[in-house]
């Protein structure tokens, strides 16, 4: 009886910290609590962005990674992101000039650099999603797809179109290729394929270079395909090209610029792992 009392109340406090996550989104919040997910741990990580790292709050489950913008002192937020750990890749990396203690996460729709507070946490970080990952796949007999997306160069990183090599300014702004993620102008990327492990079906916008040498065929494959409803529980990658575009210009005419020598963690970024009993094969 003592050990059936105390798996109830473990499953209601779990159920309980999938609740307050779901909440700390808002009314936008998507419901996060399925039968047989665990909260393994949550912190804070810097994600590299088009703009540069900037902090979010990260929820690790058994089976999915959330993400989303802070907005009130790590207690609320927005732009809530869901990842399908089953899908994911993540890959070790050295410490580079913007960011320390860094790794890559890899997805079909959208891959990104993350970092922690420190060496340590960036190690139980990745090694309780390896873990998530593998125990999951294991169970439902599957492996991770070959095909991820490219990581998006920040647009800081470069002053001029990394095609036509022609300046940025006011009214010549910067846009992202989303096959291989260069800056680029809007002269270099005039045309839309369709990247079938972005979206099946929307054409995405490519540089010149991307759409002669392969999105053609991508295209004219994918238009002998019966259309399919976009079912990414990522809400960044199946927002409208529009809506993409709205948010370059935001970036483009931010007026605050990331300084590397300003990136600090605050001392309440700790990674806090809930079930380390759900870590055991």
Request: proline content about 4%; charged content about 25%; some cysteine.
């Amino acid at each position: 009886m003592g050990s059936t009392k105390k798996q109830f109340m473990s499953e209601q406090d779990n159920r309980e910290r999938i609740q307050a996550v779901k909440s700390s989104f808002g009314p936008s919040g998507k419901s996060l609590y399925e039968p047989g997910r665990h909260l393994i741990g949550e912190g804070r990580l810097m994600k590299m962005s088009r703009k540069g790292p900037q902090p979010r709050m990260f929820f690790l489950f058994n089976d999915v990674l959330v993400y989303g913008t802070i907005i009130v002192n790590g207690r609320w937020h927005k732009k809530q992101k869901i990842i399908p750990l089953e899908d994911s890749q993540i890959e070790d990396l050295e410490d580079g000039l913007s960011m320390a203690n860094q790794w890559l996460i890899r997805t079909p729709r959208k891959s990104f650099y993350v970092a922690a507070a420190s060496r340590e946490e960036k190690q139980d970080w990745m090694q309780h999603i390896e873990d998530c990952r593998s125990i999951l796949q294991q169970n439902r007999g599957c492996q991770t797809g070959s095909d991820f997306a490219n990581t998006l160069i920040p647009s800081y990183a470069s002053a001029v179109c990394m095609r036509c090599f022609g300046r940025f300014s006011v009214t010549q702004r910067r846009h992202h290729c989303r096959k291989c993620g260069y800056v680029v102008c809007a002269a270099c990327s005039k045309t839309k394929a369709v990247i079938q492990h972005i979206h099946p079906t929307k054409g995405l916008r490519v540089c010149t270079r991307c759409h002669s040498s392969s999105l053609t065929r991508t295209t004219q494959e994918a238009q002998n395909k019966r259309p399919k409803e976009n079912k990414s529980s990522d809400g960044e990658e199946g927002s409208s090209e529009e809506e993409e575009e709205a948010e370059e210009q935001m970036e483009d005419h931010d007026s605050g610029k990331w300084n590397p020598g300003n990136f600090q963690m605050e001392p309440w970024a700790i990674y806090v792992n809930f079930q380390p009993h759900c870590m055991q094969r």
